[in-house]
């Protein structure tokens, strides 16, 4: 998958917990991006990076913080995970912010 | 708001026909298109780009543009029961560091 790790791959969590995804690429890539994506509602952006610790918000950021401190890896977290959070969270990667390669998904419920 | 639209279908087509999936966008800047298809439980992959008003055959896939209607497309001919996916339109209309759009994506079936 382009060399890019999804971790985990499935979580079951409960209400109000903290959360943190994590997404690692070998490919060395400027761009990293979180998404989610549920029945209905296709792919919507979280947040995205175009660099270390350069990061902006998506159309859904309410409720999660990402982190990039290495250009390998980015980290996305629920700071106080709740039902409507349960989804399949994908990363993806890109060279120039053009064609973006994701990896496995994230199966994420919250009880 | 820039959108891009596509039909949710289900698109059922017979085995050996040709499917036609079709996205509108908002955003007369856009300037890269993309077609992405995922599998049921598994990620987007990309199958085609296009940046030239024009057709771009790739195999057995054609991706369509006309700017001018803010259209694309994506042809599949000699559609085969493992095309039976869902189809993912993506643009780039290179605003700063913007990401792609996607639109929602439509399920293709191709019947046996």
């Known amino acids: 998958d382009a060399g890019i790790t999804q971790s985990p791959r499935h979580k079951v969590t409960e209400t109000g917990t903290p959360v943190t995804l994590r997404c690692h690429q070998t490919?060395?890539?400027?761009?990293m991006y979180w998404y989610r994506q549920d029945p209905g509602h296709g792919l919507r952006l979280i947040h995205y990076?175009?660099?270390?610790?350069?990061?902006d918000k998506g159309e859904v950021s309410d409720g999660y913080s990402v982190s990039r401190s290495k250009t390998e890896d980015f980290l996305l977290t629920l700071e106080s995970a709740t039902s409507s959070q349960t989804s399949v969270y994908f990363c993806a990667i890109s060279w120039e912010n053009e064609k973006l390669f994701f990896g496995s998904g994230t199966q994420l419920s919250v009880l | 708001q820039k959108e891009v639209e596509q039909n949710s279908g289900p698109l059922s087509v017979p085995e050996g026909a040709i499917a036609s999936l079709n996205c509108t966008y908002s955003?007369?800047?856009?300037?890269?298109f993309f077609w992405y298809r995922q599998y049921s439980g598994k990620s987007p992959e990309l199958i085609m780009s296009i940046y030239s008003n024009g057709d771009k055959e790739d195999g057995r896939f054609t991706a369509q543009l006309n700017k001018a209607s803010q259209y694309v497309s994506l042809l599949i001919r000699d559609s085969q029961p493992s095309d039976s996916a869902t189809y993912l339109c993506a643009v780039n209309s290179y605003s700063g560091n913007t990401p792609l759009v996607f639109g929602k994506g439509t399920r293709l079936s191709v019947i046996a």
């Open positions: 490919e060395n890539h400027r761009y």
């Open positions: 955003d007369r800047g856009s300037q890269s």
């Open positions: 990076s175009y660099g270390v610790k350069d990061t």
